[in-house]
T-cell receptor, first 114, second 113 residues
Framework: AAGVIQSPRHLIKEKRETATLKCYPI?????VYWYQQGPGQDPQFLIS???????DKGSIPDRFSAQQFSDYHSELNMSSLELGDSALYFC?????????????FGPGTRLTVL | GDSVTQMEGPVTLSEEAFLTINCTYT??????LFWYVQYPGEGLQLLLK?????DKGSNKGFEATYRKETTSFHLEKGSVQVSDSAVYFC????????????FGQGTILTVHP
């Protein structure tokens, strides 16, 4: 079965650089979520999209922005990177009216900021 | 606000021991409850879920029952294996079609032969 695809899997950036993370949801899933997991931490919700519109927003810094495109893939854009942005970034997807909002997670992108 | 609290870890067990990881939650409305598992270096995998009071979720020998009266969703397994070593996250969402997941802090489980 198709799963959520994230790219790249690993990314190394310098402070103050920008990064773009991509997420390709499971086919026919129209809702995408982004989570950030710091070392030894639980995943924290950043932002979500439903039918290409932002549906909810969590603790996402103003330096970050995201969008969902017409093919439902999503991109998380991160600017002016800081050391504290080093984390595992997960994307998850779910279908509309999906069974009780079950979210399917991708493998994550590990971002390291030096 | 909404939150999930898990028992503090890490938990270390011998193979075939009984496992319980406690989870309690606070939420408005009627949340759906989940247990996710994260193996070393991997992403999050849904282990089991329950969507209403008294529902029991089960998978791979793991079970958890949605207890509304105690706002709990404790994870249990009768006989753990070395391959169960992972980090376990309890989580909830409000059950809307695009509700975010709120996670507990995770419990590291290590099973020794």
């Amino acid at each position: 079965a198709a799963g959520v695809i994230q790219s790249p899997r690993h990314l190394i950036k310098e402070k103050r650089e920008t990064a773009t993370l991509k997420c390709y949801p499971i086919p026919r899933h129209d809702t995408v979520y982004w989570y950030q997991q710091g070392p030894g931490q639980d995943p924290q919700f950043l932002i979500s999209f439903y039918e290409k519109m932002q549906s909810d927003k969590g603790s996402i810094p103003d330096r970050f922005s995201a969008q969902q495109f017409s093919d439902y893939h999503s991109e998380l854009n991160m600017s002016s990177l800081e050391l504290g942005d080093s984390a595992l970034y997960f994307c998850a997807s779910s279908p509309t009216g999906g069974q009780y909002n079950e979210q399917f997670f991708g493998p994550g992108t590990r971002l390291t900021v030096l | 606000g909404d939150s999930v609290t898990q028992m503090e870890g890490p938990v270390t067990l011998s193979e075939e021991a009984f496992l319980t990881i406690n989870c309690t939650y606070t939420a408005t409305g009627y949340p759906s409850l989940f247990w996710y598992v994260q193996y070393p270096g991997e992403g999050l995998q849904l282990l089991l879920k329950a969507t209403k009071a008294d529902d029991k979720g089960s998978n791979k020998g793991f079970e958890a029952t949605y207890r509304k009266e105690t706002t709990s969703f404790h994870l249990e397994k009768g006989s753990v294996q070395v391959s169960d070593s992972a980090v376990y996250f309890c989580a909830h969402t409000r059950g809307t079609s695009y509700g975010k997941l709120t996670f507990g802090q995770g419990t590291i489980l290590t099973v020794h032969p």
